[in-house]
């Protein structure tokens, strides 16, 4: 990412490897100024540090980086094989997930929130804004 940029890792930047609760940590404190991160550290940065985002990985913002998996569903040879019910069933379910969260966003925040009760509403609306471009409108079947 820092060669498609024009940048020099080694003389542009200091790459600190942070895990879990401590990236949010060193950015709040001003330990560090970027963060290359994920749910839930990427939200929290947003929503509760002041963090503004700059590179949109999901929506495609870094050419080199369009198209890489970042989470996969992935089943045993077995269940492919005896249980192709339900697998059908489980990407339908995908489908629907993932047209909602393209054509009704806030009905997709909803969803999530009967689900997730727990979460803040402003997160899940956060969620479904950062990573639904990631869904595919039609997921493969097997």
């Not at 600190?16 to 879990?20: D, K, Q």
């Not at 709040?28 to 330990?31: A, F, P, R």
């Given at each position: 990412m820092f060669e498609w940029a024009g940048l020099d890792a080694d003389k542009d930047a200091r790459i600190?490897?942070?895990?879990?609760a401590a990236q949010n940590a060193a950015f709040?404190?001003?330990?560090v100024d970027v963060l290359f991160a994920h749910t839930p550290y990427l939200e929290?940065?947003?929503l509760e540090q002041g963090g503004i985002l700059l590179?949109?990985?999901t929506a495609g913002d870094v050419p080199p980086l369009t198209g890489l998996a970042v989470h996969a569903l992935v089943v045993t040879r077995k269940a492919a094989e005896t249980r192709r019910e339900d697998l059908?069933?489980?990407l339908e379910a995908l489908h629907r997930a993932a047209l909602l969260v393209h054509e009704d966003p806030p009905a997709?925040?909803?969803a999530l929130k009967k689900a997730?009760?727990?979460i803040?509403?402003?997160?899940?609306?956060?969620?479904?804004e950062l990573y639904g471009p990631a869904f595919l409108s039609t997921p493969r079947s097997p």
């Open positions: 600190v490897l942070l895990h879990g709040g404190k001003g330990e929290r940065a947003i590179v949109h990985n059908k069933h489980m997709a925040v909803r997730f009760p727990e803040e509403t402003r997160r899940l609306a956060k969620l479904v």
